[in-house]
């Protein structure tokens, strides 16, 4: 592996895990073509931090789902660990964002019928994972967010902050190739980020799982080993100039809305 990154979206060297070339996405928009993403290319050597920030509304999450299979780009080409996703079929696609993916959203979707490492389990047990074998990876993982004796709780149970640690946890059952975290400590008060953001960079520094986190969360991204600003559809290396301060969405975009499955 190699600690450079990127050179105006060419990778430099090391294996690559990630790479966009001039991914694009718009959204119409009654009348309108919103054009979100226009060609952005990037190329990240595996097991590296990254950190993406950029204004509310610059397409954050539309990039992340992009990467994760979640959501499709209108023109471009994207390679995670070697295979080209944007190329797979959807039943492919699926399988490529249950196994190969790990997410991190701002809500932690646990199931709320479920304790902390039934939560953990799930993933890898469904995957095809001897019960006893998930259970023992869920019950590592657990205790690596320091969650060792909470594992029998259910979501209404555990603090924000520990549900947050236990979707981190989560995030790595199934050895993925890649974790994406959208805006992880969104909902969560300084203390609580903070800790949740140390967990997620040492979990994947431990595993060595190539990380890409987007925040509005200056902490959270100064701990990133790279950082890149989506601005105007564009992947810009670095963080946001300084004179910008913090971006718009930091006030516009409160955490609001409610988790749609399972969430308590
Ligand atoms: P960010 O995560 O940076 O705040 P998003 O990626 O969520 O931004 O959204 C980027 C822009 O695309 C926003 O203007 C948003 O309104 C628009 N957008 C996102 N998803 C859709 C969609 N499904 N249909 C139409 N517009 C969308
Ligand atoms: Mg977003």
């Given at each position: 592996?190699?600690?450079?990154?990127?050179?105006?979206?060419?990778?430099?060297?090391?294996?690559?895990?990630?790479?966009?070339?001039?991914?694009?996405k718009n959204f119409v928009s009654g009348n309108d073509t919103l054009r979100i993403l226009r060609g952005v290319s990037f190329g990240i050597p595996a097991g590296v931090s990254v950190a993406i920030t950029g204004r509310s509304g610059s397409g954050k999450s539309t990039?992340?789902?992009?990467?994760?299979?979640?959501?499709?780009?209108?023109?471009?080409?994207?390679?995670?660990?070697?295979?080209e996703i944007t190329a797979l079929p959807e039943k492919a696609l699926a399988a490529y964002r249950s196994r190969?993916?790990?997410?991190?959203?701002?809500?932690?979707?646990?199931?709320?019928?479920?304790?902390?490492?039934?939560?953990?389990?799930?993933?890898?047990?469904?995957?095809?994972?001897?019960?006893?074998?998930?259970?023992?990876?869920?019950?590592?993982?657990?205790?690596?967010?320091k969650l060792d004796?909470?594992?029998?709780?259910?979501?209404?149970?555990?603090?924000?902050?520990?549900?947050?640690r236990v979707a981190v946890a989560r995030s790595m059952v199934n050895d993925p190739d890649i974790v994406l975290a959208d805006e992880?400590?969104?909902?969560?008060?300084?203390d609580?980020?903070?800790?949740?953001?140390e967990l997620l960079f040492a979990g994947a520094e431990k595993w060595g799982k190539t990380l890409l986190?987007?925040?509005?969360?200056?902490?959270?991204?100064?701990?990133?080993?790279?950082?890149?600003?989506l601005e105007k559809g564009q992947l810009l290396e670095g963080p946001p100039p300084a004179s910008s301060g913090l971006p718009d969405g930091a006030l516009a975009c409160p955490p609001g809305?409610?988790?749609?499955?399972g969430g308590v």
């Open positions: 592996m190699s600690d450079s990154v990127v050179d105006s979206g060419v990778p430099v060297g090391g294996r690559v895990t990630v790479r966009a070339d001039e991914v694009v990039l992340l789902n992009i990467l994760g299979g979640l959501d499709r780009c209108d023109g471009g080409k994207v390679f995670v660990a070697g295979e190969k993916v790990g997410f991190v959203f701002q809500f932690h979707y646990l199931l709320k019928d479920f304790t902390a490492l039934e939560n953990v389990m799930l993933p890898s047990y469904i995957a095809g994972m001897k019960k006893r074998d998930a259970l023992d990876r869920a019950r590592a993982l657990l205790s690596d967010v004796d909470r594992v029998g709780h259910y979501p209404s149970q555990l603090s924000g902050g520990e549900r947050q992880p400590t969104g909902n969560l008060d300084p609580n980020s903070a800790i949740v953001a986190v987007v925040t509005h969360d200056e902490n959270l991204a100064g701990r990133a080993s790279a950082r890149y600003t809305g409610k988790p749609e499955d």
